[in-house]
């Protein structure tokens, strides 16, 4: 089942015994081990109806008598078990030749009613019993990363709920910035719409001040440059827009905003589109419009696909390197933009 199904079943308070939650999105996750939580303790003592366990850390045989103690002056007792695929098989113990995966999933095939189970996992090898014992009991809750267009439509949906608009191109601007782990957009969401104010518009000025600390003017300024292997220009533009505080992410994520925008413009028009329609199909709109359709005639579709490649691979450097993000960020625009024939 998705997250949404599981919040609204803890909302009715109808609980099923066993819930595997699963997935790479920590958000999420916990989201619904909480919601979980408050509806199978609520009307009983928490202290006395609660056990909190973390997989490999103690063992199966604790796990077992938590399941089986009768709940106290409540409907339910809780039993959270996170990281239950640290455990790994050839325990030692009562029943050694059973590994606590296996005996949790004989555990899900016939539970106890009077106790609800929240097994959380980071990842789980789906051939495990555990994993398609809870796929026949349903009650797998699949907590995956959200794709490119899923996390704008979360972004658009938060800020509705809080009483604030934002246009599609804007939450794809956002998601860029922030993602793609749900706790970050969540603190950018927050800081927007207290920001823009309850009935106003999240517009891309906002995201550059709450977000990203760069103006968009700057951005496409160093896009430019870059467009015209002006490469003095775009290091002196890079040295004024770079924040040490943030290893450069939000300004590479900036760019490669830009960037896409600029691909999905030249592939609306290779399609036969018009100006206008390529345009709304990268999602620029207003004001910017003939702005941005300038700079789309500087640099070919050819360029814009080379570009992204240099920038994911930057993304990847200056998450995972021991080298200086502004060092990182300089060879990035040397390899952007070589230096004309000629030295020109």
């Known amino acids: 089942m998705k997250p949404e199904e599981a919040l609204r079943e803890a909302e009715r308070g109808k609980l099923r015994p066993v819930y595997l939650v699963v997935g790479e999105e920590v958000y999420l996750r916990d989201r619904v081990v909480a919601a979980l939580r408050s509806a199978a303790l609520v009307g009983g003592l928490a ?3 609660e056990d909190r366990f973390s997989g490999g850390e103690v063992p199966i045989d604790r796990v077992f008598e938590a399941l089986r103690t009768v709940p106290m002056m409540a409907r339910r007792r809780l039993v959270v078990v996170r990281a239950v695929d640290r455990w790994e098989q050839g325990e030692e113990g009562a029943e050694a030749s059973k590994g606590p995966l296996d005996r949790l999933a004989e555990y899900v095939a016939a539970p106890i009613a009077s106790t609800c189970l929240v097994l959380v996992a980071g990842k789980l090898d789906g051939r495990r019993r555990l994993a398609t014992a809870a796929k026949k009991a349903s009650c797998v809750v699949t907590c995956d990363l959200l794709g490119r267009d899923e996390l704008a439509n979360w972004i658009v949906e938060q800020c509705t709920q ?5 246009e599609r191109g804007v939450a794809e601007f956002v998601a860029e910035l922030a993602g793609p782990e749900l706790s970050s957009l969540q603190d950018a969401v927050e800081r927007l719409t207290l920001y823009a104010g309850v ?3 999240i517009t891309e000025d906002v995201v550059s001040v709450c977000v990203v600390r760069t103006r ?3 951005v496409w300024a160093l896009v430019r440059a870059v467009a015209g292997r002006k490469l003095g220009e775009a290091l002196r533009l890079l040295s004024d827009v770079y924040d040490p505080r943030d290893r450069g992410l939000p300004l590479l994520g900036a760019v490669a905003w830009s960037v896409r925008q600029l691909a999905r413009y030249h592939a609306a028009l290779e ?3 018009g100006p206008e329609q390529a345009l709304k199909r990268a ?6 419009a003939r702005e941005f359709a300038s700079n789309a005639k ?5 360029e814009v696909e080379r570009w992204l490649v240099v920038l994911g691979e930057t993304d990847l450097a200056l998450k995972g390197s021991r080298r200086p993000p502004e060092a990182i960020l300089e060879d990035m625009l040397m390899r952007l933009c070589p230096p004309l024939r000629g030295g020109k």
Do not use: K, P, T, Y
């Open 271 to 273: 399609s036969g589109m």
């Open 283 to 288: 999602g620029v709109f207003g004001g910017q």
């Open 199 to 201: 009935g106003a518009s």
């Open 47 to 49: 202290d006395f109806n």
């Open 216 to 218: 968009l003017a700057d």
């Open 162 to 166: 809080r009483g604030s608009a934002i």
């Open 298 to 302: 500087a640099v070919s579709a050819r």
